[in-house]
């Protein structure tokens, strides 16, 4: 065998003064530096005072202490070197009871030389499984700070934006009561419903534990809970409710049906029922258990008419639901048995 490169640091513990001679000699001579004890407890004396072991080799019969009693007090330090279980039974059991009770390796004993050479190779392999597990503790620590960094950034990054779209939402609100054209307000209210929705996603992400997925059952409560005080501000306007069951959904997803629910909604409130008639307007959303959702909006009013292909408007309201619906890999369909307008999307989860 070729000597070190770097010495490792073995304590020998075996009360064979002759045999400790010999793996002295014989691994010193390969570059190791041994430190031998005569017993389990002059070994602790070693282990405790301070003095840093690669490897520890232990023999199991000793005068007053065997092994198998040493090893348990060697393996309750703060940081025990990996021990290599020495004996010179041949009963498996011995074997398997320090193995069991945190030995790294054993090795039969003779005066041969192969259990020297033995003796090494289990040395050097305990070594090098010690040192491979702390290089691994030591890369998992270096994930963990960098995902928990990453982690951080993204949700200040989400508060940022949730901020920025807030102001953005409070400039078209400024704007809105400079207006006196009663169809120039209602564009920028549903211009500022549509921000919202998508704000409402990032302030979900900041808030939460999870920087990648959003509770769509809690978002879309908190989305129809503004949408009502935004669009519903007359009396007697339509009454919003929604019926879903809890599900994680990732961000983009989020965020499509979050603007396809304000879109679909919001034409509800105007098209649905006459001014100050009240009305309800329903949201589901309800998961097949086999990976699916299908989401609802509904309203009871006089239907689609002769606009059969979408919601009534100006148009831009179906071209954005028609987006963000591509966007989940589907379309929204019109149910034309209902007797109102009862809009459907089916996705994936």
């Known amino acids: 065998m070729e000597p070190l490169t770097t010495p490792l640091r073995l304590l020998y513990i075996d009360d064979d003064r002759g045999l400790s001679r010999l793996v002295e000699k014989e691994l010193g001579r390969q570059g190791f530096v041994v430190t031998c004890a005569a017993d389990g407890e002059a070994g602790l004396e070693f282990l405790r005072g301070g003095q840093v072991f690669d490897v520890c080799a232990l023999d199991h019969y000793m005068p007053e202490r065997d092994g198998l009693d040493v090893l348990p007090d060697i393996m309750a330090l703060s940081d025990p070197p990996p021990v290599v279980y020495v004996t010179g039974a041949q009963e498996g059991r011995i074997a ?8 790294a390796d054993y090795v039969i004993k003779d005066i ?6 033995l003796l090494r190779s ?3 392999d305990a070594h090098m499984r010690r040192r491979l597990k702390r290089e691994n503790e030591s890369a998992q620590d270096e994930i963990r700070i960098a ?4 982690e951080a950034m993204l949700r200040e990054v989400n508060h940022r934006v949730g901020n920025s779209l807030q102001l953005v939402s409070s400039f078209i609100s400024l704007q809105m009561r400079q207006l006196k054209d009663g169809d120039a307000r209602d564009a920028l209210r549903e211009a500022q419903a549509r921000i919202e929705a998508v704000a409402h996603v990032h302030r979900r992400l900041y808030t939460s534990g999870d920087m990648a997925q959003v509770a769509m059952d809690e978002y879309l409560k908190s989305l129809i809970e503004e949408l009502s005080v935004s669009l519903g501000r007359e009396d007697n306007a339509p009454n919003l409710t929604l019926d879903a069951d809890p599900m994680n959904v990732g961000t983009d997803q989020a965020v499509s049906l979050g603007v396809i629910v304000t879109e679909l909604v919001t034409n509800a409130v105007k098209y649905a029922y006459e001014p100050g008639q009240g009305g309800e307007i329903r949201i589901h959303l309800k998961a097949d258990g086999e990976g699916r959702a299908l ?10 008419g002769d606009q059969s292909q979408g919601p009534k408007g100006t148009g831009l309201g179906s071209k954005i639901v028609a987006a963000m619906a591509g966007g989940l890999r589907s379309r929204v369909s019109f149910d034309d048995a209902h007797k109102g307008v009862r809009a459907q999307l089916a996705f994936d989860l």
Not at 147 to 150: E, F, G, L, Q, Y
Not at 295 to 304: I, K, S
């Open 147 to 150: 995902r928990d960094r990453a």
């Open 96 to 103: 398997v009871a320090a193995l069991r009770a945190g030995a």
């Open 112 to 117: 041969s030389e192969d259990f020297t050479s």
């Open 122 to 124: 289990a040395i050097e």
């Open 295 to 304: 989401l609802t909006v509904e309203d009871d009013g006089p239907g689609l």
